[in-house]
Each structure stands twice: as C-alpha cells, then as structure tokens.
C-alpha cells in the first residue's frame, strides 16, 4: 500500500472514529495521518512521505505565483494601445520522460496565461508550446525547465 493510500484510510478511519463526517474533519485527520506516516517512515529509513508533500506544495506555490504573473503580463500586453506580440509555437526539449510528469507539465504550461501546450512529438521528446510572444524562446525554455520541469522532478522522482 502506498502511503498515500495508507494516509487517506488513516483520514477515514479518523472521520469514523470521531463521528464527524466533514470535509474540515477529513482534511485535519489527513494532516494528522500524514504527520504520523512521515514521522514512522523517517525512522524507518524509508522515504520521507513529508519531503514529497512539501516538494508539491513547492510546485503548487511555483505555479500560483507563475499563475499571477502571466496573468498580470497577459493583461498588461493587451491592454497597451499598440498590440506588439510576435505569437508562435516552438518546441521544447523535455527532460521528463513518464507519462505522467509529461502530463502535469504539459497541462501547467497550458493554465499558465500567454502559452498553450499543443502537442507532444511521437517520441515524447518534445512537447510543441503555443506562446502569444516569441520573442524570447530561450529564455521561455530556460523559464520552463528550471521553473515547473525542476519542481517537478523534484516532487515525483
């Protein structure tokens, strides 16, 4: 069993034990189950549940913040008098290689205001990007690999 699984039978237990089914009870027995994993897994010398949970928050803070600066550069380009974009779609290396990663990756891009993800190449070697500006591609894939591509490699190796 995963700890994942492990931490939600935790939190249903706990929501049973306590007599309260609530989405609020549900989440403070999860937290109190994930405490509890990650302190017997540290002892155990296994992998630490608590650094993975934290590698995500990482990645999700990463993407809300991404999330209001491109909505905030988005905004700002469209409301200028004179629309100066050069749009256009460019490939992009991936490092990430399961379906998964490639996935997560490819639907952050996608939320991210100003870029879409298109498509992935048949050898899953690149994901083609849509950007509504071009201008700077290498610095829009520096952004991407040592932004969300890092974060997560982090959270899900």
């Not at 989440?27 to 949970?53: D, H, M, N, P, T």
Request: charged share 20%.
């Amino acid at each position: 069993m995963t700890a994942f699984t492990m931490n939600v039978v935790f939190a249903v237990v706990w929501v049973a034990v306590s007599g309260s089914a609530t989405l609020l009870n549900f989440a403070f027995g999860f937290l109190i189950a994930a405490l509890s994993i990650g302190l017997i897994r540290e002892q155990a010398q296994g992998v630490s549940y608590l650094k993975r949970i934290r590698r995500i928050v990482s990645l999700l803070i990463l993407f809300l913040k991404e999330l209001a600066l491109s909505a905030w550069k988005v905004a700002v380009l469209v409301t200028r008098p004179k629309l100066d974009v050069k749009p256009g779609i460019f490939a992009y290396p991936l490092t990430v290689d399961r379906d998964f990663e490639i996935t997560l990756l490819a639907n952050l891009i996608t939320l991210t205001p100003g870029t879409l993800s298109v498509d992935v190449s048949s050898d899953r070697r690149f994901l083609y990007v849509h950007a509504l500006d071009c201008s700077d591609v290498e610095g829009t894939r520096r952004d991407i690999r040592d932004g969300f591509e890092a974060k997560i490699m982090e959270a899900f190796r």
